[in-house]
């Protein structure tokens, strides 16, 4: 079993900056990859970036380049830069185990806005 806690999200400015994390426990040894999904309203929730227990990285096109995921051992972060009013969303930190079991946080909100 793996626990999920976000936090870090809020209201900030077109242009600004967020650092959201997620603090995971439990079986975090089995761990496969650490990832973060956004679900804006009226959409279906998207995949946004994904880090992998080896490091390596994954981002969708519409963040490439303004958002960064990184992890120190049970942390996943998301620095988010140059953030724009589509990214208002709840985004959620999923963790995927080496048997195949997914585990979801309970969401934290982002609102860009002016």
């Known amino acids: 079993q793996v626990q999920l806690v976000e936090s870090g999200g809020g209201l900030v400015q077109p242009g600004g900056s967020l650092r959201l994390s997620c603090a995971a426990s439990?079986?975090?040894?089995?761990?496969?990859?650490m990832a973060w999904h956004r679900q804006a309203p009226g959409k279906q929730r998207e995949w946004v970036a994904t880090?992998?227990?080896?490091?390596s990285t994954g981002y969708v096109d519409s963040v490439k380049g303004r958002f960064t995921i990184s992890r120190d051992n049970a942390l996943v972060y998301l620095q988010m830069n140059s953030l724009k009013p589509e990214d208002t969303a709840v985004y959620y930190c999923?963790?995927?185990?080496?048997?195949?079991?997914?585990?979801w946080g309970q969401g934290t909100q982002v609102t860009v806005s002016s």
């Open positions: 880090i992998w227990s080896g490091g």
């Open positions: 439990g079986s975090i040894f089995t761990i496969y990859y």
């Open positions: 999923e963790v995927v185990t080496q048997r195949g079991n997914s585990y």
